[in-house]
């Protein structure tokens, strides 16, 4: 059983950034991914075992960066900048890749709120 721990979320301004982290109990493939309120869970981001390669939905491309601690390969990263209303959401770290974007191991999640 992979343990996996995000943190970082919290209450922030439209337009202002935010970095989230995450680690997990062993160097495993992992993803970023959130769920607003009333909608499905979202996938946002893939982080190669290296930290070489990182895949992004459309939605955040260029304003998200994912990326993996190169001093604790266990831990990566969720910087997001401008951050809009709409990013509001619970945002989950996901690890041990099975399958196009299907991750078997998930954080509890953290909250970020964007707000006026």
């Known amino acids: 059983q992979v343990r996996v721990q995000e943190s970082g979320g919290g209450l922030v301004q439209v337009g202002s950034s935010l970095k989230l982290s995450c680690t997990a109990s062993e160097h495993i493939a992992m993803g970023w991914f959130r769920q607003a309120p009333g909608k499905d869970r979202e996938f946002l981001a893939t982080i190669s075992l290296s930290g070489n390669t990182a895949y992004y939905a459309d939605v955040v491309k260029g304003r998200f960066t994912a990326s993996r601690d190169s001093a604790n390969k266990n831990t990566v990263y969720l910087q997001m900048r401008s951050l809009k209303y709409e990013d509001t959401a619970v945002y989950y770290c996901?690890?041990?890749?099975?399958?196009?974007?299907?991750?078997?191991?998930w954080g509890q999640g953290t909250q970020v709120t964007v707000t006026s």
């Open positions: 996901a690890a041990g890749l099975s399958g196009p974007l299907q991750f078997d191991y």
